[in-house]
């Protein structure tokens, strides 16, 4: 049974087409069996070369009794390869034999052997499945099926009737040529592992895993993803049936015959080196950052080495200066008098000052401009009907503001007055905001202070009035710290909590004739009129806010003797020059400036016949201008240093 096995699961079909023969459809074991069935046929004498003949045609044989196999002609035959349904043709006739073949055998192999399509091959028979009756016995591997399989190919051989077995008394040599053609063996395991795009296999997971379209064709996710995008939307195909598909028809696949390539491992390690890669490039930013973080503070720390070295040595070998004031210009403002306060513009190197207007025909006050440069008098801009009592200009918007017992204050914007406020009130003070520069604030009779904006300025955005004390606030100035007012009685601090101003009284006492502030050194000048049993004096006060609570300290530092009497009202001032400043005041019982020193400098006197109401500094090319304003003349000063 195991033999009879082996042979029909190697089994070839030989035909002869011999004229002479019949066309035989024959296996080894269709042999044995059609040699007990015809009697009429004897086996060949010569047994061990159809053995050897019977060996060369069957890869493996028939049988180990060599008196069972029967006589095949070597000389026509057709092989048949059962998976390819097509004959292989080596006879002597398709070599171009002259032998005429019969009509009648080739008419029968043609209606027999039919094309694979109409008669499909059955590999396990050895035969044509033919539709008739002889090829409806069942496939069964056993013996039974065997003899079954021999009694058909006994029918189906019958069908032959002029075929004779044509005997070959001697064997002279083997076929010339013999093929065996296998079906070829179809690699199940490559099937499904790869995608039929870019053939490469695909995984389950990551940009090539396994997805599938409407269509049930299987692809590379990125690869069909690539596809369907390179194709207009209206046009876009399967790869493989050209039927209509879309990005949303891509369903993932998980499934056990498939293969998929376990690419998750793989997918984890390219994170994690996108990961790394990201993370050194932020850190190479990092430190190319700290380098020229650490460049920059090398750069810095040899500027400031160079700097220091260089004061060390100017230090050790230039002395400390001295200076002096020279009297530069006495200018003649005007006959009449009614000169009261001036400002200084940094922009044009201008002196703006009060006085009463010289043309009869416009009554009233306003400014005269006053050149630093060439000390002459420029153009007189009118202003107000009644005396002015304060001038401030704005640096940051240039900008002049004045305020006068005409109740208004006047704007003047580059030379030219561009707008009046009704404040309601004589006014007798000004400041412009230290933060805010289109805000400034105005101080007037009963202590009331107004707060406007320039943008609108028809009314104000808030009242300030200390409740203790209804005396004219005679200067206002804003700091960093809040908004200092002095009034004739008392000094107050302003602090604004959210737009809320708070006051809180100064440790001074009065009465007061005025008030200014250094921004650089963070000091406020207060200025005390003299009483009957002391002198007048001069208040120089520091400002800081605690750290801990964050309240402001007003501490005072020095104080300074005036004047035996004050009838005037006069204005004090910081004076600054390179590396020494002074507190400018005038004596009325002395009838002189004085120049008072701070951080070390030297006191200093100015004779001045008439007493000096304000006192203002400027800078002009590096050179500190000290002016002091009388009712009807101004009196220039300059700073000159001096080795001694």
């Given at each position: 049974?195991?033999?009879?096995?082996?042979?029909?699961?190697?089994?070839?079909?030989?035909?002869?087409?011999?004229?002479?023969?019949?066309?035989?459809?024959?296996?080894?074991?269709?042999?044995?069996?059609?040699?007990?069935?015809?009697?009429?046929?004897?086996?060949?004498?010569?047994?061990?070369?159809?053995?050897?003949?019977?060996?060369?045609?069957?890869?493996?044989?028939?049988?180990?009794?060599?008196?069972?196999?029967?006589?095949?002609?070597?000389?026509?035959?057709?092989?048949?390869?059962?998976?390819?349904?097509?004959?292989?043709?080596?006879?002597?006739?398709?070599?171009?034999?002259?032998?005429?073949?019969?009509?009648?055998?080739?008419?029968?192999?043609?209606?027999?052997?039919?094309?694979?399509?109409?008669?499909?091959?059955?590999?396990?028979?050895?035969?044509?499945?033919?539709?008739?009756?002889?090829?409806?016995?069942?496939?069964?591997?056993?013996?039974?099926?065997?003899?079954?399989?021999?009694?058909?190919?006994?029918?189906?051989?019958?069908?032959?009737?002029?075929?004779?077995?044509?005997?070959?008394?001697?064997?002279?040599?083997?076929?010339?040529?013999?093929?065996?053609?296998?079906?070829?063996?179809?690699?199940?395991?490559?099937?499904?592992?790869?995608?039929?795009?870019?053939?490469?296999?695909?995984?389950?997971?990551?940009?090539?895993?396994?997805?599938?379209?409407?269509?049930?064709?299987?692809?590379?996710?990125?690869?069909?993803?690539?596809?369907?995008?390179?194709?207009?939307?209206?046009?876009?195909?399967?790869?493989?049936?050209?039927?209509?598909?879309?990005?949303?028809?891509?369903?993932?696949?998980?499934?056990?015959?498939?293969?998929?390539?376990?690419?998750?491992?793989?997918?984890?390690?390219?994170?994690?080196?996108?990961?790394?890669?990201?993370?050194?490039?932020?850190?190479?930013?990092?430190?190319?950052?700290?380098?020229?973080?650490?460049?920059?503070?090398?750069?810095?720390?040899?500027?400031?080495?160079?700097?220091?070295?260089?004061?060390?040595?100017?230090?050790?070998?230039?002395?400390?200066?001295?200076?002096?004031?020279?009297?530069?210009?006495?200018?003649?403002?005007?006959?009449?008098?009614?000169?009261?306060?001036?400002?200084?513009?940094?922009?044009?190197?201008?002196?703006?000052?009060?006085?009463?207007?010289?043309?009869?025909?416009?009554?009233?006050?306003?400014?005269?401009?006053?050149?630093?440069?060439?000390?002459?008098?420029?153009?007189?801009?009118?202003?107000?009907?009644?005396?002015?009592?304060?001038?401030?200009?704005?640096?940051?918007?240039?900008?002049?503001?004045?305020?006068?017992?005409?109740?208004?204050?006047?704007?003047?914007?580059?030379?030219?007055?561009?707008?009046?406020?009704?404040?309601?009130?004589?006014?007798?003070?000004?400041?412009?905001?230290?933060?805010?520069?289109n805000e400034f604030y105005v101080g007037g009779v009963g202590g009331v202070i107004h707060q406007?904006?320039?943008?609108?300025?028809?009314?104000?955005?808030?009242?300030?009035?200390?409740?203790?004390?209804?005396?004219?606030?005679?200067?206002?100035?804003?700091?960093?710290?809040?908004?200092?007012?002095?009034?004739?009685?008392?000094?107050?601090?302003?602090?604004?909590?959210?737009?809320?101003?708070?006051p809180r009284s100064l440790p001074v006492d009065g009465p007061f004739m005025s008030l200014c502030?250094?921004?650089?050194?963070?000091?406020?000048?207060?200025?005390?009129?003299?009483?009957?049993?002391?002198?007048?004096?001069?208040?120089?006060?520091?400002?800081?806010?605690?750290?801990?609570?964050?309240?402001?300290?007003?501490?005072?530092?020095?104080?300074?003797?005036?004047?035996?009497?004050?009838?005037?009202?006069?204005?004090?001032?910081?004076?600054?020059?390179?590396?020494?400043?002074?507190?400018?005041?005038?004596?009325?019982?002395?009838?002189?400036?004085?120049?008072?020193?701070?951080?070390?400098?030297?006191?200093?006197?100015?004779?001045?016949?008439?007493?000096?109401?304000?006192?203002?500094?400027?800078?002009?090319?590096?050179?500190?201008?000290?002016?002091?304003?009388?009712?009807?003349?101004?009196?220039?000063?300059?700073?000159?240093?001096?080795?001694?």
């Amino acid at each position: 049974m195991d033999e009879d096995a082996q042979v029909s699961s190697n089994s070839i079909i030989v035909v002869p087409e011999s004229p002479e023969s019949p066309s035989i459809l024959r296996s080894p074991i269709i042999g044995r069996q059609r040699q007990d069935s015809q009697p009429s046929v004897q086996p060949d004498p010569v047994q061990d070369e159809n053995a050897q003949f019977s060996d060369n045609i069957y890869n493996e044989g028939a049988s180990s009794s060599n008196n069972e196999t029967s006589n095949l002609p070597r000389d026509n035959y057709l092989l048949w390869q059962p998976n390819m349904g097509v004959y292989n043709d080596n006879s002597s006739s398709a070599q171009g034999n002259s032998s005429q073949p019969n009509p009648e055998s080739n008419q029968a192999i043609q209606e027999n052997v039919r094309p694979h399509s109409a008669d499909p091959w059955r590999p396990g028979l050895g035969l044509f499945d033919d539709n008739s009756s002889s090829a409806q016995a069942p496939i069964v591997h056993s013996e039974d099926s065997n003899t079954g399989m021999i009694n058909q190919e006994s029918n189906s051989l019958q069908s032959f009737p002029d075929a004779d077995i044509k005997k070959e008394d001697t064997i002279e040599e083997p076929p010339a040529k013999i093929r065996k053609l296998s079906s070829p063996k179809h690699n199940d395991e490559v099937d499904g592992e790869s995608c039929p795009i870019c053939l490469d296999s695909w995984g389950n997971s990551g940009d090539h895993r396994l997805v599938a379209l409407k269509c049930g064709h299987l692809f590379g996710a990125q690869c069909v993803e690539r596809w369907l995008k390179a194709q207009n939307s209206k046009d876009r195909s399967c790869p493989t049936c050209k039927s209509k598909a879309t990005l949303k028809d891509l369903r993932f696949i998980y499934a056990r015959r498939l293969v998929a390539a376990d690419t998750s491992q793989i997918t984890t390690l390219q994170k994690q080196i996108d990961i790394l890669q990201a993370e050194k490039s932020r850190t190479e930013l990092e430190l190319e950052k700290s380098r020229i973080a650490h460049r920059a503070c090398l750069l810095q720390l040899e500027v400031l080495r160079s700097t220091l070295m260089k004061n060390q040595v100017s230090k050790e070998q230039a002395p400390r200066r001295s200076w002096r004031f020279a009297l530069e210009k006495n200018l003649e403002i005007c006959k009449d008098g009614g000169c009261r306060v001036l400002t200084y513009n940094c922009r044009t190197y201008e002196l703006y000052v009060s006085q009463k207007s010289t043309v009869n025909l416009f009554p009233g006050f306003g400014i005269r401009k006053i050149s630093c440069t060439d000390n002459k008098l420029g153009e007189f801009v009118h202003l107000h009907s009644k005396p002015i009592r304060d001038v401030t200009y704005s640096q940051p918007r240039d900008l002049l503001l004045s305020v006068g017992l005409d109740s208004t204050a006047r704007i003047v914007e580059r030379g030219i007055p561009s707008s009046t406020i009704q404040c309601g009130v004589p006014l007798w003070s000004c400041s412009w905001d230290y933060l805010r520069s289109n805000e400034f604030y105005v101080g007037g009779v009963g202590g009331v202070i107004h707060q406007y904006d320039v943008r609108n300025p028809g009314s104000y955005i808030q009242r300030l009035n200390a409740i203790s004390d209804i005396s004219p606030v005679v200067s206002l100035c804003s700091t960093e710290y809040g908004l200092l007012s002095c009034q004739l009685n008392s000094c107050w601090l302003w602090v604004s909590n959210m737009r809320q101003w708070e006051p809180r009284s100064l440790p001074v006492d009065g009465p007061f004739m005025s008030l200014c502030y250094d921004n650089e050194s963070h000091r406020a000048l207060l200025s005390s009129r003299a009483s009957a049993n002391e002198r007048s004096r001069l208040s120089l006060c520091k400002l800081k806010a605690s750290v801990p609570s964050g309240e402001i300290l007003f501490d005072v530092e020095q104080t300074f003797a005036g004047s035996v009497r004050s009838t005037l009202m006069s204005r004090s001032s910081f004076v600054r020059v390179s590396g020494a400043s002074w507190v400018a005041a005038h004596s009325e019982s002395e009838s002189s400036l004085y120049l008072h020193g701070l951080d070390g400098a030297r006191t200093m006197s100015l004779p001045a016949a008439e007493p000096a109401i304000d006192v203002c500094s400027a800078q002009l090319n590096g050179d500190t201008i000290l002016a002091a304003l009388s009712e009807s003349r101004l009196r220039l000063y300059k700073a000159i240093p001096t080795n001694s």
